[in-house]
């Protein structure tokens, strides 16, 4: 495999975590009944870079046992990232 290949490879495997990550950090905070919450986490380049670095730990995680890109992966990206933002939003305060 080239090296343009293998960065073409996991540029591909990490692209569903950079596009979670960014669509969690800017819709997560304007979804109704969220508004008006003072989140724990304020700047959302802090919420885009936590939420890169969980998502990219699940992905790694899924690479470790066997299933990188299966939709189990996924799954456990989406409910890792949501609880994140939860907490990055003080949801228990709600």
Do not use: C, D, E
């Not at 939420?51 to 799954?75: C, D, E, H, R």
Request: hydrophobic share 60%.
């Amino acid at each position: 495999m080239t090296a343009y290949l293998l960065t073409v490879h996991l540029l591909n495997l990490l692209a569903p975590a950079v596009a979670l990550a960014a669509l969690m950090a800017v819709l997560a905070p304007r979804l109704p009944g969220w508004r008006g919450v003072r989140p724990a986490v304020p700047s959302l380049q802090a919420r885009f870079a936590w939420g890169l670095l969980l998502n990219v730990a699940v992905i790694v995680a899924g690479l470790l046992m066997g299933s990188p890109g299966k939709i189990q992966t996924y799954a456990a990206m989406l409910m890792a990232s949501g609880l994140a933002h939860f907490l990055m939003l003080r949801g228990w305060r709600r």
